[in-house]
Nanobody, 127 residues
């Protein structure tokens, strides 16, 4: 069975940090890019960051550039999202998802046409 297990969410004060983890299993990790998405209450889901662990390619939404860092560990089939300088507007349920690496994988990430989705982890940033 394919599984994407997101963890690491919690309550943090503005300016604080959290590290989210996305543990993948049931598919060939190197063949997929992993993306982080978030959905705040009353808002649409949006892409936050993504990584092709096999070649290190990364992308970030403008709203998190310079504050969030995505990384991956092939040995552990895990992708991390280090979130620093958190703001109340970062409050959301964060999801990780996987998309097969093809020439159009980044487009698929942009339109959230991912192949596998995990359950979310809640991040709450208090002011």
């Amino acid at each position: 069975d394919v599984q994407l297990q997101a963890s690491g969410g919690g309550l943090v004060q503005a300016g604080g940090s959290l590290r989210l983890s996305c543990a993948a299993s049931g598919f060939t990790f190197d063949d997929y890019a992993i993306g982080w998405f978030r959905q705040a209450p009353g808002k649409e889901r949006e892409g936050v960051s993504c990584i092709s662990v096999s070649d290190g390619t990364t992308y970030y939404a403008d709203s998190v550039k310079g504050r969030f860092t995505i990384s991956g560990d092939n040995a552990k089939n895990t992708v991390y999202l280090q979130m620093n300088s958190l703001k109340p507007e970062d409050t959301a349920v964060y999801y990780c998802a996987a998309v097969l690496i093809t020439p159009t994988w980044y487009h698929n990430y942009e339109v959230m046409a991912m192949d596998y989705w995990g359950k979310g982890t809640l991040v709450t940033v208090s002011s």
